[in-house]
């Protein structure tokens, strides 16, 4: 399930600092992975996707690494903003068409 | 449309009573998802529609949630006899296809009072 919990994990960095958001997926068949924002009162918005074929793939400020062996992704912030401060979900596609989403990262920016 | 819609953006009603939530995906798009997500929680997957396949219901909670897509396109979902612990977020996304994300809508914010 999607849900994991009364309390998001947080992570809370100063503002220009870079920001680190990791992520432990599940399925090793898994082809396709996307980060997601959201922000208060808000659904969650797209950032950035990468495949399976790829270990990086990088953005306007944000860069996603994946690491199949470990099944572990991150997702990079340069020079964070307060713009910045928001939940932060990764999901994974695998056989069907149906995401699985991790259980949400809060990112704090401290002016 | 140029993005998922959802109506109502809140909803109050009291307790014991049927609420209606829409959501309009993006035209073209096949597969239409409802989410839930409770206060500082992550998304608790609903229900999920691809096409003209029977919908996959396996995440609704009780058998008050129902929901249903006429035409390939909007969808409805119905709680009825709305309880306390519905108060929640409804999010709605959809999707062209497995090669792309989800876009979601803003929600439907419900409060049972």
């Known amino acids: 399930g999607e849900s994991v919990g009364l309390h998001l994990p947080t992570l809370s960095v100063q503002e220009g600092d870079n920001s680190i958001i990791n992520c432990a997926y599940s399925?090793?068949?898994?082809?396709?992975f996307i980060w997601y924002k959201q922000e208060s009162g808000k659904g969650p918005q797209f950032i950035i996707d990468?495949?399976?074929?790829?270990d990086k793939r990088q953005g306007q400020r944000v860069t996603v690494l994946l690491n199949k062996t470990v099944k572990h992704l991150s997702l990079q912030i340069a020079a964070t903003q307060p713009g910045d401060s928001a939940v932060y979900f990764c999901?994974?596609?695998?056989?069907?068409?149906?995401?699985?989403f991790g259980g949400g990262t809060r990112l704090m920016v401290k002016p | 449309g140029a993005g998922v819609s959802q109506s109502p953006s809140n909803k109050v009603t009291e307790k014991g009573k049927d609420v209606e939530l829409r959501c309009d995906p993006i035209?073209?798009?096949?597969?239409l998802y409802w989410y839930r997500q409770s206060l500082g929680q992550g998304l608790e997957f609903l229900i999920y529609?691809?096409?003209?396949?029977?919908?996959?219901k396996s995440g609704l909670p009780s058998d008050r949630f129902s929901a249903e897509r006429t035409g390939g396109s909007v969808s409805t979902l119905t709680i009825q006899r709305t309880q306390q612990e519905d108060s929640a977020v409804y999010l709605c996304?959809?999707?062209?296809?497995?090669?792309?994300?989800?876009?979601f809508g803003s929600g439907t914010r419900l409060t049972v009072v």
């Open positions: 999901a994974e596609n695998n056989a069907g068409n149906m995401l699985t």
């Open positions: 035209s073209g798009h096949t597969a």
């Open positions: 399925n090793s068949a898994s082809d396709y």
């Open positions: 990468i495949r399976s074929n790829m």
């Open positions: 529609f691809q096409g003209n396949s029977a919908p996959d």
């Open positions: 996304a959809s999707r062209e296809d497995r090669d792309y994300g989800y876009t």
